[in-house]
């Protein structure tokens, strides 16, 4: 009888922890998704820095980042290689300030940009729902929000071991993006100066010229 | 002959032993349809044994798409790409796997497969000189340092994560090279990649390949498949259309034509029949005349089904219809014996019926015995069925026949008879005017003969709906032309060799820059020999190489950020030797369908196939340099319909002047003399030249199934002769011109109403009858007692 009772004692102890994080992760999502239903554009600078084994040191690099609703982006590197995309519903164009090419993709045709772009959508967007289908979500903290986020996709999980998010204090954007790759390289991006739903540049989502 | 009247005269008493017999025969008959096995494959109209055309034939069933179920999806404007690439998919899962196996609407096993990575491996079996020269090109310091550069801003890219491993193993990115490979083997010239589905470059169309057991020529089971395919496509979103591009649709079309047809037909030769009968015969006992061709092709079949075992379709069909000739044996014995005059018995007026109706048959024989040595197998069993059934249609006509006709007519009175004296007994001067007319008709005849051209292409003789041919324009369209693809076979007794000669013809391609527009296994799989010899080079290549460019790297990578390590994998990529590419590692590659399209064996050996163009100057090009090498056979769609032409062209030349040779001897036979063998062919002349000169004026080409009516023209055209130059010269009146007149219009109303027909096969058949009975009637009827009046 005693056997019994701790086993119920032993399985309520460890299922606790699992039943209080999904109970939590569900308002919380859905406060996340309420406070980025509102946004129409996006503006943000960004410090990238990454620890890849290729490297003999950590990369480090400045860029910015313009999103307006539904389907347009821009994700540009400013140094040390002046490099990015953008992307304008289903088309994109992306730049390489050392070789200074430019080039024209389609997601349907570029699966990896396709991926890339879906990705890049879905946290601009805050769109839950998506990333619900593809991660396992788990909540780290609730004030500020920080969640980890399991690839379901076997291919996908073939490379990134975890993604962990950690969103700004009102919840309506992101503040940092945490990618642990599977080998152990990792990639930080912190988000700064973040501005929603102000007018953006009138090239906000125009190719550099060269 | 006389045999023919003491055999009606020791059966004279013996009807009920002719009854069972023929009672017999149906029994017989109707056991051994029950038993007959029939092939209905248009294969019994293409030449077969070791002819050029039959080997070409063979060889273009193999061709990738010959066989398979294309469906073609469009979207209409303002559908996007990707709902047309879900309604693929949910048109691909709605099709039935048991009549639609192995659907498939992109390369999937090529995209989840690990192709990409092992193609790279496999790179010192694939670069050949040209590859090795090219990375030469890339090993200089700019170009070393321009590709770190690019991978440096890559890997800082978000997509860097997804190409880090590739940049590591391959940074120099001669893996290039080896995909290229791929572009070789792609079979749809018009299209792109999406989703991993096959679109069309404008993103309007896509595709579905398929299989089935359904065989092209099987009308029951391609309304099935069609059936099924319409059902499938309801469900698809508004804007999407689907089509099935195949052999059936056509082949249901043309059954469904026929059958129109068939109903049409049949009820006008019904009335036509009909009329004659009322018109003409006016007697029950008449109808046993026409039970005799039910009869003939009752013993035709039964012959030549005992001959070959199994018959074509279209020989009992086509064979059906030539044995309505043999009406005409019966109708001459008929009005012989029920109008005749001149002497005192039945017997005398059969024996004297019986020579031209012999020698009519021996010389209609004569004219479809040519048809054995056809290159045709149809057209051989053709021969046996209607030879079988003009010798069941003689003896018939002779031994059974006059025993079911009843007793002569009376004498017609004086009045009665004068009437039907010979028109040109009652105006003599029409005998000119008959012959002047004669002679133009003919005359213009000659001249649009001259006209007249032979097609050899089958796709002549069906009937083509314009909603299918739209539909396999559109796919054309799209997508290019993928089913009219020239193929180039390299035979061998063992796959090295095969592979060796496969290689030749894709060095030859590329010696006359059409390596681009090629389908070919060469540039993926190359022959072990050449493989080796590349790995030697490979291996020379980077020995004299590898310090002066591990220290370049080592400077470029340094510069931008990489670590010592870094092409790590690159350098341990470089000291491995892959495995050998052969057929088991293409398959682990995704590349099964591919291999199975390209490269085929038999008990003969192997055959690797390579697609080029169908076009006649290209064709010609490789004609002089490739075909000449043993083991390399060219085959095209379109040379295949000019080779086929010459076939029958040659073919018919032979039919014609063996036809020719055999009636001549047997009209020398039969008349002795030179002016009545000429007066005897002028009714076959006549025919078949307003034949040729009414195709001719018309604009209309021969075809094989004309090849077949003018053999029956032959036929019909020497008997109408023979039995006026008999008439001519008989003391007896056998009513001939009654017999002619009335055999020419039911052989008009039977095969001209063919005419009508919407299939186009039909209606060349029912227009060539058409143009030589109507002209050849008139000529035996008119023309030859105009030159030789009866003897009286």
Not at chain 2, 192 to 203: A, C, I, T
Not at chain 2, 634 to 650: M, N, P, T, Y
Request: hydrophobic residues 50%; glycine residues 8%.
């Amino acid at each position: 009888m005693r056997k019994k009772f701790l086993l119920t004692y032993l399985l309520l102890l460890f299922a606790s922890p699992c039943f209080a994080e999904s109970t939590e992760l569900v308002p919380v999502l859905a406060e996340l998704k309420q406070a980025a239903a509102e946004t129409e554009t996006l503006s943000s600078n960004f410090v990238q820095e990454k620890h890849l084994s290729i490297f003999a040191e950590k990369l480090l690099s400045n860029g910015r980042f313009f999103y307006q609703k539904p389907d347009r982006l821009r994700w540009e590197l400013l140094t040390p290689v002046a490099s990015g995309f953008v992307l304008q519903g289903k088309q994109g164009q992306r730049w390489n300030g050392l070789s200074r090419e430019q080039e024209r993709f389609s997601v349907e045709t570029d699966p990896i940009m396709g991926m890339i772009a879906q990705q890049l959508l879905a946290w601009a967007r805050v769109d839950l729902d998506w990333l619900q289908t593809r991660y396992r979500i788990e909540l780290q903290t609730a004030k500020p929000v920080s969640l980890r986020l399991y690839p379901l996709d076997e291919g996908e999980a073939g490379f990134i071991d975890y993604l962990q998010i950690l969103f700004a204090n009102d919840q309506r954007h992101l503040s940092e993006v945490l990618m642990v790759e599977v080998e152990g390289d990792s990639t930080l991006l912190r988000f700064s100066e973040v501005a929603i739903n102000t007018e953006l540049p009138a090239d906000a989502f125009a190719v550099p010229e060269f | 002959m006389k045999l023919v009247a003491d055999c009606y005269c020791r059966l004279q008493h013996r009807r009920g032993w002719l009854l069972l017999i023929l009672l017999l025969l149906l029994v017989v008959a109707g056991w051994s349809f029950s038993q007959l096995k029939v092939e209905e494959s248009i294969s019994a109209m293409l030449p077969d044994g070791d002819s050029q055309v039959a080997r070409d034939f063979q060889l273009l069933q193999r061709a990738p798409f010959a066989r398979k179920l294309v469906i073609h999806l469009t979207a209409a404007d303002g559908i996007e790409t990707d709902q047309l690439i879900t309604a693929t998919d949910q048109l691909r899962s709605a099709l039935p796997a048991e009549l639609f196996s192995n659907p498939l609407s992109g390369p999937e096993e090529l995209v989840t497969g690990q192709l990409f990575r092992q193609l790279g491996d496999s790179l010192p079996y694939l670069a050949d000189v040209d590859d090795l020269q090219a990375i030469d090109e890339q090993l200089t310091p700019a170009q070393i340092d321009a590709r770190l550069a690019e991978a440096l801003a890559q890997l800082l890219q978000p997509q860097g994560v997804a190409l880090k491993k590739q940049l590591r193993r391959d940074p120099l990115q001669f893996d290039c090279l080896a995909l290229q490979k791929l572009r070789h083997l792609n079979p749809i010239p018009g299209v792109r990649l999406e989703r991993g589905h096959f679109v069309s470059q404008d993103g309007r169309s896509s595709l579905i390949l398929a299989d089935t057991q359904v065989a092209i020529t099987d009308a029951v089971g391609g309304k099935a498949l069609l059936d099924a395919f319409t059902e499938a496509r309801q469900d698809l979103p508004a804007g999407i259309r689907a089509e099935l591009v195949s052999g059936h649709p056509y082949t249901l079309a043309n059954a469904q034509a026929i059958q129109a047809d068939m109903q049409r037909v049949l009820l006008v030769s019904g009335i036509g029949i009909l009329l004659l009968f009322f018109l003409f015969l006016r007697s029950l006992r008449a109808l046993s005349v026409y039970l005799l061709p039910l009869f003939s092709m009752v013993v035709a079949v039964l012959v030549a089904a005992a001959w070959f075992g199994t018959l074509s379709g279209i020989t009992i069909g086509f064979g059906a219809v030539l044995l309505g000739i043999t009406i005409d044996f019966g109708l001459h014995v008929y009005f012989a014996l029920r109008n005749g005059s001149g002497v005192e018995t039945r017997e005398q007026l059969l024996q004297a019926v019986s020579r031209p109706v012999l020698f009519g048959g021996f010389t209609t024989l004569a004219a479809f015995a040519v048809l054995l040595r056809s290159e045709l197998p149809g057209q051989r069993q053709l021969a046996i069925f209607a030879m079988a059934g003009i010798l069941a249609a003689l003896l018939l006509a002779l031994l059974f026949l006059p025993h079911f006709i009843g007793e002569r007519k009376e004498e017609s009175p004086l009045s009665r008879r004068q009437l039907r004296r010979h028109v040109y007994d009652r105006a003599p001067g029409l005998r000119l005017t008959v012959l002047l007319l004669w002679l133009l008709v003919a005359g213009l005849a000659g001249w649009q003969a001259q006209k007249l051209t032979i097609n050899g292409e089958l796709r002549q003789l069906s009937y083509l709906p314009t909603e299918l041919q739209q539909a396999e324009q559109r796919l054309g369209e799209s997508w290019g032309n993928m089913r009219g693809r020239a193929l180039l076979f390299a035979s061998a007794a063992d796959l090295e060799s095969a592979l060796r000669l496969n290689e030749l013809v894709w060095q030859r391609l590329g010696e006359q820059g059409l390596q681009d527009e090629a389908v070919s296994l060469a540039p993926l799989f190359p022959s072990q020999q050449t493989q080796q010899q590349r790995l030697q080079n490979w291996e020379g290549f980077w020995q004299q190489r590898r310090a002066t460019t591990q220290d370049l790297l080592q400077a470029s990578g340094q510069k931008y950020g990489f670590s010592p390590a870094a092409f790590g994998p690159f350098w341990t990529r470089l000291e491995q030797t892959p495995a050998n590419i052969d057929q088991q590692r293409l398959k682990s590659w995704g590349l099964g369908r591919m291999l199975d399209n390209l490269l085929l064996k038999d008990e003969q050996g192997y055959q690797l196939m390579t697609l080029v163009p169908d076009r006649p100057e290209l064709l010609g090009a490789l004609e002089e340099n490739l075909t000449r090498l043993p083991g390399i056979t060219l085959v095209s769609q379109s040379r295949f319909g000019k080779q086929l032409s010459a076939e029958i062209g040659a073919d018919f030349s032979r039919f014609i002047s063996s036809a020719g040779i055999a009636v001549l001897v047997l009209l020398l036979l039969l008349f002795r003399r030179l002016p009545e063998v000429l007066l005897a062919l002028l009714p076959v002349l006549t025919g078949l030249l307003v034949m040729f000169g009414g195709m001719g004026w018309l604009g209309l080409e021969m075809n094989l199934f004309n090849v077949v009516a003018s053999i029956l023209i032959i036929g019909l055209g020497v008997d109408y002769g023979i039995f006026m130059v008999c008439h001519g010269q008989q003391e007896e009146d056998l009513a001939s011109s009654r017999a002619i007149l009335i055999s020419g219009m039911t052989t008009l109303v039977g095969f001209g109403a063919l005419v009508l027909a919407k299939h186009p096969a039909l209606h060349s058949i029912g227009l060539t009858v058409l143009l030589g009975i109507s002209a050849a009637v008139p000529t035996a009827v008119l023309v030859i007692p105009a030159f030789r009046p009866k003897r009286r």
